[in-house]
């Protein structure tokens, strides 16, 4: 059965602030309309996001399908300049050389033939290097869902695949982690065929120190973030279940199924593993982990992050949500969740020099109480929870709709709360585009700056800020 192109008008998130951009440009500086760039901030604030660029064939599933598109801030002198491009994968260029798409979305799986794109691409999944952007090992990488990052430049420029010297040659996680310590990037990855997850770390000369180990599953779970300490790597098993066939993949939530979490040793055997059970619960994006000693030999592992009741995808009831700290206890492989706030908050970032340890402080894009009913993706609202006195600092954004609030320190010595978050906020009514800088000890206040972005920036999903010039 031949299957059409979406229609645009019809999916919610190809419309409004989620609708693709075409345009790819280089401008600065940028239009301060509020407040003044602090000097102090030298750096890129870099990040991706799905923007097809021609609507997939049969279906869309935001956040999982879309072309990557990254953004670029580059902040220097009290000066910003912007950039944008597409990651140009080889599946991308096909689909530009057509003007077409020619690969369905991920719940509609129609694979191209060698007489459309050569026997290089024909019968193979399109990259989808659209969720997340990071730097390691002087190496930019854009980054997908369980799949091969792509190496881009500063400058944007998508300069290929990249498996880390042959080490990780099926990919790896949209989230992976760098221990502020070690200078490590620690990865995890899930499939569709046995092994169904295995994780693995790459040393911070770029190349892979722990090959991967496999971690005993059953049957392919999607597993989006995960978390990890100094010593443990912690996987939250969800009960979201790939039904594989011969023709398409579909997710299944099945709470019966349970949450299972899997404690995983960094320096350890697979046999070490160690897995807990907890009721049915779905984590998109984890803020941190971290270890906290009880008695010279006994550790508790403390994990922040909002909690939902289910992914949200396909379902009549509405997913439900609270920000919660669970308490891991290895030794008697039990495990207590506490909610400390019933707001709908997702995209939780903290100073990343605090990865893998104690931190105090972190950052959510949330919606307002009174209007928990705006639509899937969208915010109003930016918290701060500070996790040693139990307050949470908001701040209400009126029609700004903001993406993920990323945490850029004053200086590599500043202390944990000494910097801005910046992010991306459109406005629903006007569809102008903005960039925020807001000092993060007070982000209940007036931002310190306000930009003006020349062209609207689609909301996007993940990225960081990488210090220096």
Not at 286 to 293: D, K, P, Q, S, Y
Request: glycine share 8%; hydrophobic share 40%; proline share 9%.
């Amino acid at each position: 059965m031949k299957i059409g192109p979406v229609d645009p008008a019809s999916v919610a998130h190809l419309n409004g602030i989620f609708a693709p951009i075409q345009d790819e440009i280089d401008v600065g500086p940028l239009e301060i309309v509020q407040g003044s760039l602090p000097r102090e901030l030298t750096g890129v604030y870099l990040r991706n996001g799905p923007n097809c660029r021609f609507p997939p064939l049969g279906s869309y599933t935001y956040p999982l399908d879309g072309d990557g598109m990254l953004h670029a801030i580059e902040l220097a002198d009290g000066r910003a300049r912007y950039r944008n491009r597409y990651v140009r994968t080889p599946a991308l260029a096909a689909e530009e050389r057509a003007g077409r798409a020619l690969w369905g979305g991920v719940l509609t799986p129609v694979l191209p033939s060698k007489e459309e794109v050569g026997p290089e691409l024909a019968e193979q999944f399109k990259d989808l290097p659209d969720v997340n952007i990071i730097r390691h090992a002087g190496q930019y990488l854009a980054l997908g869902e369980s799949a091969r990052p792509f190496r881009v430049t500063r400058d944007l420029a998508t300069l290929g695949p990249w498996n880390f010297a042959g080490g990780l040659p099926d990919g790896i996680c949209a989230h992976p982690k760098i221990d502020p310590v070690t200078g490590e990037l620690v990865v995890f990855r899930y499939g569709f065929a046995a092994p169904y997850l295995t994780w693995a770390i790459v040393g911070p000369n770029g190349a892979v120190s722990q090959p991967e180990q496999a971690i005993d599953l059953d049957r392919p779970f999607m597993i989006h973030d995960f978390a990890v300490t100094e010593h443990y790597i912690i996987l939250f098993v969800c009960p979201a279940v790939f039904e594989v066939t011969d023709a398409a993949a579909t997710l299944q939530w099945r709470p019966e199924l349970g949450t299972r979490i899997a404690l995983v040793p960094r320096r350890g055997s697979p046999d070490d593993v160690r897995w807990l059970d907890a009721e049915p619960f779905w984590v998109w994006h984890f803020a941190n982990a971290f270890e906290t000693r009880i008695t010279d030999d006994s550790i508790r592992i403390v994990v922040d992050f909002p909690r939902w009741s289910h992914p949200g995808f396909d379902r009549t009831a509405p997913a439900s949500c609270g920000v919660v700290r669970a308490e891991i206890d290895p030794a008697h492989g039990s495990i207590r969740i506490d909610q400390r706030d019933d707001r709908m908050a997702e995209f939780p970032r903290i100073d990343d020099r605090r990865s893998g340890r104690t931190h105090r402080w972190y950052y959510v894009a949330s919606k307002e109480h009174a209007r928990q009913a705006l639509p899937q993706g969208e915010w109003n609202e930016l918290s701060r929870y500070d996790m040693q006195t139990g307050t949470v600092t908001s701040r209400k954004m009126g029609s700004l709709r903001l993406g993920e609030p990323v945490f850029a320190p004053t200086g590599p010595d500043a202390a944990e709360d000494r910097g801005y978050v910046v992010t991306f906020a459109t406005d629903v009514a006007t569809l102008e585009s903005y960039f925020l800088v807001l000092d993060a000890a007070d982000i209940a206040g007036e931002p310190a700056a306000t930009l003006r972005m020349p062209h609207r920036v689609p909301f996007g999903l993940h990225g960081c800020w990488v210090p220096g010039k």
